[in-house]
C-alpha cells in the first residue's frame, strides 16, 4: 500500500509540475500574426455557422427519428505501450481488439493515440527505441488485417520519441513502422465522408519534442511556431473541405503541452476559433494510476476534452459517435459485452452549447441506442426512470430505436 500511495503521489507531482510548467510557459504572449489568423478563422467561422443555420431552417428539419442516416461512430485506443520486457498478453489482446472488436463494431475510424510501444530498458529505469516492439506493432496491424476494415489514425505518443533526435533519424522507429508516419510525421489531417453526404474531419495534433529526450524528460508536450501555422493550416484545409464536425486528437493533454504564441490558453485557444470542433481526444495521464478514472472536461473554448485510460494495464478503449450532429462517447475495458452507446438522448453533463442544436433532443420522437455484441443480439429493451420496460425496433445491424 505503501509503494501504491507513493506512486500515485509521485505521478500527481509530475503532472501538476507539467501543467504548472505549460502554463508559466504559455504566458510568454501571443505572437500577433497567429493572433490575426485564428481571429479570422473564427470570423469566418461565424458567418460560416450563420449560413449553416439558414440553409438548415430553409431545408427538411434535421430531426432525431428512426432513421438510420445522418450517423457515424468511430474508436480510440491509447497508450498501448508494447513492450519488449512487461506483460506479453498486451500484444494478443490487442489482436483479439483489432480482430473480434474492429469486426464487431465496424468503426470508420480507430485513432490511435500515441505511446504505441513502450521504449523502456531492461532495468526500466531509462529510455531506448526498440526495433522489436515496433515489428510487433506493425505485424499486429498486418496479421489482423484491421487495416482493411477501417481507417487506422495513429500519432506518437511521447514514449515513442524517447531519445529520438529529429525526424527521419534512425531513432525515429514511427516513420517507418506506423500507419500514418510515413505520409505524416507529425501533424496530420484525414476526412471521411459518409454516404449521406456527412464529412467528419480528424485532426492529428503531435506535440512531441524535438529532439526527443531521455525518459522521464518529455512528459510535457511542445508545438514549435512552426507546427502551431501547419496545424492552422490543417484547419483551414478541413474548413475549405466543408466539413461539417471536426475531432481533433493527440496524445498530450491540452494542459501539458507548450504552445508559444498562443497565450495562456495554449492549444486550447486554436481549437476553440473553429467552432466546427466538437471535442479534442487524447490519452497519456492513465487514469493517474487510477486515481482519476474519468478525466473529461467542457473546456471554456467551448469544446469537449477527454482523456482516455490506457491500453497498457486497464485495456480501455473509447466508442463514439456522431447521430445527426450530436456527440456522445462510452469508454469500455476489452471483452466488456455487449457494448452499448445511447446517442439520444445523451449525457447531458456532455452537451455541447452552441454547436450542437438545442432543440434536437427535446424535439426528438425516438430514443436511439448503438449496440454491439459477439453474440446475436435477439432482444434490446430500454426504460426510462421509474416507466416500463420497452422493446427497441430493429433499424440496421448497430441502431435501435424506440418512440418516446
Known amino acids: 500500500m505503501r509503494f501504491t500511495t507513493a506512486a500515485i503521489a509521485l505521478i500527481a507531482f509530475i503532472v501538476i509540475f507539467s501543467i504548472f510548467v505549460a502554463n508559466v510557459a504559455n504566458l510568454v504572449g501571443i505572437d500577433s500574426k497567429i493572433s490575426k489568423r485564428l481571429d479570422a478563422a473564427y470570423t469566418r467561422g461565424q458567418q460560416r455557422l450563420q449560413q449553416q443555420q439558414q440553409s438548415e431552417e430553409d431545408g427538411e428539419p434535421f430531426r432525431l427519428d428512426d432513421s438510420p442516416r445522418h450517423l457515424m461512430w468511430f474508436l480510440q485506443i491509447s497508450d498501448i505501450h508494447i513492450s519488449l520486457y512487461l506483460d506479453p498478453t498486451r500484444i494478443p489482446h490487442l489482436i483479439d481488439f483489432c480482430n473480434r472488436t474492429v469486426d464487431i463494431i465496424r468503426p470508420s475510424v480507430v485513432l490511435a493515440s500515441g505511446d504505441l510501444t513502450d521504449a523502456k530498458t531492461s532495468n526500466f529505469l531509462g529510455s531506448q527505441q526498440h526495433e522489436q516492439e515496433w515489428r510487433w506493432y506493425r505485424e499486429v496491424l498486418r496479421e489482423t488485417n484491421v487495416l482493411n476494415k477501417t481507417t487506422w489514425l495513429d500519432i506518437r505518443g511521447n514514449h515513442d520519441n524517447f531519445n529520438v533526435p529529429a525526424l527521419q533519424a534512425k531513432q525515429d522507429l514511427f516513420t517507418n513502422y506506423s500507419v500514418q508516419g510515413k505520409i505524416h510525421p507529425r501533424s ?25 529526450p ?22 483551414e484545409q478541413s ?27 495554449g492549444i486550447r485557444n486554436l481549437i476553440g476559433k473553429y467552432q466546427e470542433g466538437y471535442a479534442y481526444l487524447c490519452g497519456h495521464f492513465h487514469k ?19 482523456e482516455l485510460g490506457d491500453w497498457m494495464k486497464n485495456r480501455m478503449y473509447r466508442l463514439a459517435a456522431f447521430d445527426h450532429g450530436q456527440f456522445s462517447f462510452v ?36 430514443i436511439r441506442l448503438l449496440a454491439f455484441s459477439p453474440a446475436k443480439i435477439s432482444e434490446c429493451q430500454v426504460k426510462v426512470d421509474r416507466e416500463e420496460w420497452v422493446d427497441c425496433r430493429r433499424v440496421s445491424n448497430e441502431l435501435f430505436v424506440v418512440r418516446w
Not at 227 to 234: A, D, F, G, M
Not at 244 to 258: A, D
Not at 347 to 360: M, R, S, T, V, Y
Open 188 to 212: 496530420y489531417l484525414h476526412q471521411e465522408v459518409t454516404k449521406d453526404g456527412d464529412r467528419y474531419s480528424f485532426i492529428a495534433v503531435d506535440a512531441c519534442l524535438d529532439p526527443g
Open 214 to 235: 531521455k525518459r522521464p524528460f518529455n512528459f510535457v508536450g511542445m508545438l514549435s511556431m512552426n507546427e502551431t501555422q501547419h496545424i492552422i493550416n490543417l484547419a
Open 239 to 265: 474548413r475549405a473541405m466543408n466539413t461539417n464536425y471536426t475531432v481533433w486528437f493527440g496524445h498530450y493533454p491540452t494542459s501539458c503541452i507548450l504552445t508559444p504564441g498562443l497565450g495562456t490558453s
Open 288 to 306: 493517474l494510476g487510477g486515481a482519476v478514472p474519468q478525466m473529461y472536461t467542457m473546456q471554456n473554448e467551448g469544446f469537449l476534452e477527454l
Open 331 to 366: 469508454d469500455l475495458q476489452h471483452n466488456q459485452w455487449p457494448v452499448v452507446l445511447v446517442t439520444n438522448p445523451k449525457n447531458a453533463l456532455f452537451n455541447i452549447p452552441g454547436k450542437e442544436d438545442p432543440h434536437a433532443q427535446l424535439d426528438s420522437s425516438h
